[in-house]
């Protein structure tokens, strides 16, 4: 543990950051409005570029809300593998788009492919990992560095959901998706002026863990 004035303050924040997990393994329980809004709370204490402080939080606040989200980033994968899938349009990608269907295709295809079959086949969730909430950290136009905003008030909303005993996970599948089909983004309210740069699924943890998960020794 790092050493410091007041050690009893710095142990407790270290076994938060030490401790905290993606979770990947939801019960079926609402997560409290009142959380959430929290949640928020916590991701606007961030640091900011220039301190603009233009993220955005857009709350999907239920289990229901948060199916027809995902119902949404599925049909954009749906119909990227359509296309991965089809030998003529790799075949052009490969000489015009420096091969980013081919590319898709070997490192991600089947992976969406099961995904989509286990949605449809048995609503087997495992893209939000049947989380029954999430907040999308999207930042407005004129930031100096966007990403770094976003990301650093997600870090901020996963610490903060830790210490009040949930779990989160980041779900990198949405953000590209709603980066390459702002169509999505529009359907649950999002402005054209936004841009999505972490979705983070919200619930309660359906299993505690007692050990950290370990980390490499730092360079």
């Known amino acids: 543990v790092p050493v410091a004035a007041d050690r009893a303050q710095v142990e407790t924040l270290f076994e938060t950051i030490r401790m905290r997990r993606s979770c990947r393994n939801y019960l079926d329980r609402p997560v409290d409005p009142e959380m959430l809004d929290d949640l928020v709370t916590f991701g606007i204490w961030a640091p900011s ?3 603009s402080q ?3 939080f857009l709350i999907i606040p239920d289990r229901t809300s948060l199916e027809v989200f995902a119902d949404g980033v599925a049909g954009f994968y749906r119909n990227l593998n359509r296309k991965a899938g089809n030998p003529i349009l790799r075949a052009y990608s490969r000489v015009f788009l420096k091969d980013v269907l081919g590319r898709y295709r070997r490192r991600y295809f089947e992976q969406v492919k099961e995904s989509l079959d286990a949605w449809d086949r048995r609503r087997e969730d495992r893209l939000f990992h049947g989380a029954t909430a999430a907040i999308i950290v999207s930042v407005e136009n004129g930031a100096s560095c966007p990403t770094e905003d976003a990301l650093l008030a997600s870090q901020n909303i996963s ?3 830790h210490a009040m ?3 989160t996970c980041l779900i990198g599948f949405a953000v590209e998706a709603m980066k390459r089909d702002r169509s999505i983004g529009r359907r649950i309210g999002l402005p054209d002026n936004e841009v999505v740069y972490a979705v983070i699924a919200i619930g309660h943890p359906r299993f505690r863990y007692v050990r950290p998960s370990g ?3 730092a360079v």
């Open 49 to 51: 570029g220039t301190n």
């Open 215 to 217: 980390r490499r020794p």
């Open 54 to 56: 233009k993220w955005r």
């Open 165 to 167: 005993g949930l779990g």
């Open 159 to 161: 610490l903060g959901a």
